[in-house]
């Protein structure tokens, strides 16, 4: 059984530290570190549930790369080997994205924080993750010109004062996603942000990939 990457730079299925059998779990690293970045003195760092650290997947001998101006930083992204998902059924993988806030903020309400609002801007900054994750089939925080969530965040005319991300590819439905990021003590932080507000979330398919599926989720609360 292989594990599926929830995380920047994690590994694949049903898992995400490393390749092997297990149950879900979520987080490069699965202590609880993030890492922050800050744009502006008002601005609070930036929650990326696990710190990218594996090394740089090595160049495949007649790879086929989206583009060769590839900006990523070294060391934060991870790729998925080659059939490690192929015998998961993705037929049925879609985003409700009403159904995955109200997920979301119910397992908010039983930890007595307040619900987050859906957000188009926090939304439109997921979908061009996803996008640009599945282009190079990927997992990471870090675009491929890049950019990091609050990059990302600021682009879509969203200002911030708190932003977060989580990352998760390979999963089959929202339920997988949400399990493992809860059992990801850097994921799990992030969904329980006491001073978020508003959350865009985005799926992105593509059949051709390793990963198949990579979804993202941008919490956020503007200034």
Known sequence: MYRVALCATAAVALGACSLGSGSISSGF????????????????????GGEPKAPRAPAVAGQQYAKLDDQAPNGSYEKAPTGALADRDYSHTALDAERARDIINQYRKDKGLKPLKLNAELSEAAKAHS???????????????GSNPWDRVKRVGFKARLAAENVGTGQVDFNEVMRGWKESPGHNKNLLLGDATHMGIALVQDPRTEFKSFWTLVIGTPM
Do not use: M
């Open 29 to 48: 690293n699965e202590s609880d570190t993030t890492a922050s970045i800050t744009s502006s003195p008002q601005a609070e760092s930036v929650a990326l």
């Open 131 to 145: 996008r640009d994750l599945a282009k190079w089939d990927r997992i990471s925080h870090y675009g491929s010109d």
